[in-house]
């Protein structure tokens, strides 16, 4: 019953990825596309921890918080330049 529950998150994990990368492509807006792209990062993270619960393994953990962290900062960096213009400030 549990296996079956977790295949059913995954499946819908994986429609709402499908729909995220359509909405990636077909954006009306750059704002649109960064906040799919995030959560395309937040879904994976979700997908590769219930595959590690599914596998009954740890293996996966770094992998995870790499793809956070990467997120996170691309997210941040992304939103910084739309709303200034650039990343790094340099005071002259």
């Given amino acids: 019953m549990f ?10 994990l994986s429609v709402a990825l499908v729909l ?3 909405r ?3 954006g009306p807006s750059t704002q649109d596309r960064i906040l799919a792209l995030d959560a ?4 994976l ?11 009954d ?6 992998i995870v918080l ?7 900062v691309g997210t941040l960096t ?6 200034r213009g650039v990343v790094i400030d340099r005071d002259d």
Avoid: H, P, R, Y
């Avoid at 393994?57 to 770094?62: A, E, G, L, M």
């Avoid at 790499?66 to 996170?72: A, R």
């Fill in 66 to 72: 790499v793809l956070t962290i990467l997120g996170f």
């Fill in 3 to 12: 296996d079956t529950i977790m295949i059913i998150a995954l499946s819908a």
């Fill in 20 to 22: 995220l990368f359509i």
């Fill in 45 to 55: 993270v979700g997908f590769i921890g219930i595959l590690m619960i599914l596998q």
């Fill in 57 to 62: 393994t740890s293996v996966f953990s770094d």
């Fill in 78 to 83: 992304l939103s910084k330049f739309l709303e």
């Fill in 40 to 43: 395309i990062g937040v879904l």
């Fill in 24 to 26: 990636v492509i077909i």
